[in-house]
């Protein structure tokens, strides 16, 4: 029961192919008919809702439904023992249709359950937003989830009420509490094993100790030094999400592993619903992940990033660490290019960045800087409303080559690194939107376009960029920095022709998640997915440049994903104190 939609880890339909089915009877040990074929799984998921149905029964109601399963022909209950197990209970012969059996075993493990009057402990989870059921074997009739999962996830939905002034947190009134939902063991097999394997509920029972009314307490979060936010081996796994279409907790739910790193925007500076935003990507990252990486836009001009703006930032951030969440600040992010507010004016801009990373080394000690610039393919992006002005300031101290004009021959970094002791991490994020401009075509990526472009190198269909400097070597290795790739994907068109969705989205991530990164890349530390399903103006139209949003594609995807990668907790923390 535990497979179905919204009772399931992912909070889809596990239970949809044959070889789903097969890997849920090898995992708890079925034994006997199994016809692996589609008319098969039609039953079994037929059965699936009957016995869902019987679950939420009264006593005498349920009764009725077990005699009206019972009162059958195939009911032929015998002792047996085979693959290794001493002599058990079945209740119908071994060579019955799969979906009988389950029907029946089921039915006859009830008829103790119903005889010792104990149908209360079968419950529904206490968690919201699942359908998970669950049998409470506890002697003091305490259990109240269907896994520590919803558990942990029900203390810190509890947690935010408190925090928000809402002392009423109690289980059945929390509000917002995701998906999370583990199928540690279906529970038609859990009910049923009482009569294969020949034990009394009463004895079951007695054998369990007793659980705590309240969900086991989370362990308190641990607030770590900027220095301890780079991997010593691998680079963290990120993502960049929509974060109301698409939670945090459910994106890890999909993936099946909790991303180390979340990437959030926010304007700067913000007002008190950007400050609330904040807030609330904290408390994702926290409970469903390990790092935020706050990306600031200034999006009124580099002179609104005021004195007042910075302290108010650093509190924040101090606030976000000491609950348990490391920052890292993107502060400004691709400043060489002339589509931003904040664009191809290097002096000032070095100047903001110079006194934000001032302010976050000495109040935010969890917080750490990056600086991150456009690649360099296409500089100096001629055209933008921001550009450089011939003759202005900015425009001679990015004419790196002096030759009075603005070409791909001048540096398109430099002009605009604040300098070694403001910035803890460098960044670039790469993408691939075609082979060449127009972009909005389905195109399958070079290889090794991604590793090209990183270096400097990349002279292929979108044109020579070997002018470009190698951005992995001076900042990377020369520097001594970790790199990280803040935002990735490749681009498909849906409104389009052209190749597969999937060979394209693979040959891209199949880049930039080689198992030749680590040898040939040491200092890249942090690559992150962007995760969105968007109209995006470069194309006037769709982009899906999601990994999780298709089954087939997510499926592919977490197969395809390298041991190399670093993931986020397994579990939820507390803020110490709270």
């Keep these: 029961m535990n497979t179905a939609p919204g009772a399931s880890r992912s909070g889809e339909d596990e239970l949809v192919t044959t070889a789903q089915l097969r890997a849920l009877l090898e995992e708890h040990g079925w034994s006997g008919r199994f016809d692996r074929d589609e008319h098969e799984l039609a039953e079994v998921r037929e059965v699936r809702g009957e016995l869902r149905r019987v679950w939420a029964l009264e006593r005498d109601a349920m009764v009725d439904a077990v005699n009206a399963v019972l009162d059958t022909t195939e009911l032929a209950p015998h002792l047996a023992r085979h693959d290794g197990k001493d002599w058990h209970l079945h209740a119908s012969p071994s060579d019955a249709p799969l979906a009988a059996r389950l029907r ?70 929390a509000a917002g509490a995701d998906r999370v939902k583990e199928s540690s063991l279906v529970a038609v097999v859990f009910v049923a094993a ?63 592993h909790r991303p180390a790193v979340s990437v959030s925007f926010t304007g700067f500076p913000y007002d008190e619903r950007g400050h609330e935003y904040l807030r609330m990507a904290a408390d994702q990252v926290r409970a469903d992940g390990r790092m935020l990486l706050l990306t600031l836009e200034p999006e009124g001009g580099l002179a609104e990033v005021t004195d007042d703006a910075v302290r108010q930032l650093t509190a924040d951030l101090a606030a976000i660490n000491d609950s348990g969440v490391p920052v890292v600040v993107r502060f400004a992010h691709e400043m060489n290019g002339s589509w931003y507010a904040w664009g191809q004016q290097p002096t000032a801009y070095v100047e903001a960045y110079r006194r934000v990373a001032d302010a976050v080394h000495e109040q935010a000690p969890g917080s750490a800087m990056m600086w991150a610039p456009n690649y360099g393919g296409g500089y100096p992006f001629a055209g933008g409303q921001h550009e450089a002005a011939p003759g202005s300031a900015d425009f001679s101290a990015l004419d790196t080559d002096g030759d ?21 991490w460098v960044g670039m994020s790469l993408y691939h939107w075609g082979d060449a401009h127009p972009w909005g075509e389905n195109e399958i990526p070079e290889p090794g376009k991604f590793a090209a472009q990183l270096t400097g190198t990349y002279d292929g269909a979108g044109g020579d960029d070997s002018a470009v400097p190698d951005f992995y070597a001076e900042y990377g290795e ?67 440049w999601t990994t999780t949003n298709s089954p087939a594609i997510r499926d592919a995807f977490t197969v395809d994903l390298p041991d190399w990668l670093r993931w986020g907790p397994e579990e939820s923390c507390t803020p110490a104190g709270s």
């Design 404 to 424: 009075g004009a603005l070409t791909m021959a001048d540096d398109p970094y430099a002009p605009y690194y604040p300098g070694d002791d403001a910035v803890d």
């Design 194 to 256: 009482l009569a294969l394997g020949g034990g009394t509920l009463a004895a079951q029972i007695a054998s369990q100790p007793d659980e705590e009314v309240q969900a086991a307490p989370l362990p308190v979060c641990t607030v770590l030094d900027r220095s301890e936010l780079v991997p010593r081996t691998g680079a963290l796994y990120g993502v960049n999400l929509d974060w109301e279409d698409k939670p945090l907790a459910d994106y890890a739910d999909r993936l099946g």
């Design 478 to 544: 020369r520097r001594g920095k970790p790199v990280g790739i803040p935002e990735t994907a490749a681009l498909y068109n849906p409104a389009v022709g052209g190749a597969d969705e999937l060979a394209i989205k693979r040959a891209w991530w199949g880049q930039v998640f080689d198992e030749s990164i680590p040898h040939d890349f040491p200092q890249l530390k942090m690559i992150s997915w962007f995760e969105w399903d968007k109209h995006e103006v470069e194309i006037d139209g769709p982009v899906d």
């Design 104 to 173: 029946l075993e089921t039915a006859f493990a009830l008829v103790d359950v119903i005889r010792a009057d104990e149908t209360e402990r079968l419950r529904e989870c206490g968690a919201e937003d699942c359908d998970g059921v669950l049998l409470d074997l506890s002697r003091n009739r305490s259990k109240r989830f269907c896994s520590q999962r919803c558990a942990n996830r029900t203390n810190m939905t509890a947690y935010r009420r408190r925090q928000a002034g809402d002392i009423d947190d109690r289980p059945d009134s």
